[in-house]
C-alpha cells in the first residue's frame, strides 16, 4: 500500500515525500518480515530463529503466500518428529 501512496505523491511532483514514504514503508516492512515474525513464530513453538527464517521462505517460495504460514507449520512439525525420533519407537 505504501508503494501506490509513494508513486501518487510521485506523481504530484513531491519526490522529496514520495522517496521519503518509500524508504520508511521499505524499512517497516523488511524488519516486519524478516525480524518481529521469525520472533514471534519461533518464540510460541519453540524453534530456532533459523529454522523458522527457512521455513517462511522456503514456504513462500513453494507455496506462495500460504507458505508463509504453511512454511514454519511444517518446520515445526519435522523438528517435533525429530525430537520424539530417539525415544525408542519400533
Do not use: N
Not at 513462500?60 to 523438528?79: K, N, R, V, W
Request: net charge positive.
Amino acid at each position: 500500500m505504501f508503494l501506490v501512496c509513494s508513486l501518487v505523491l510521485f506523481v504530484q511532483s513531491k519526490t522529496a515525500a514520495a522517496i521519503a514514504l518509500f524508504l520508511f514503508g521499505s524499512i517497516i516492512v523488511f524488519v516486519g518480515d524478516h525480524f518481529l515474525r521469525p520472533i514471534l513464530i519461533g518464540s510460541s513453538t519453540r524453534v530456532p530463529f533459523l529454522w523458522v527464517l527457512l521455513g517462511i521462505l522456503g514456504g513462500l517460495e513453494t507455496y506462495g503466500l500460504i507458505g508463509l504460514f504453511l512454511g514454519p507449520a511444517i518446520i515445526s512439525l519435522l523438528i517435533a518428529i525429530w525430537r520424539e525420533g530417539g525415544t525408542g519407537a519400533a
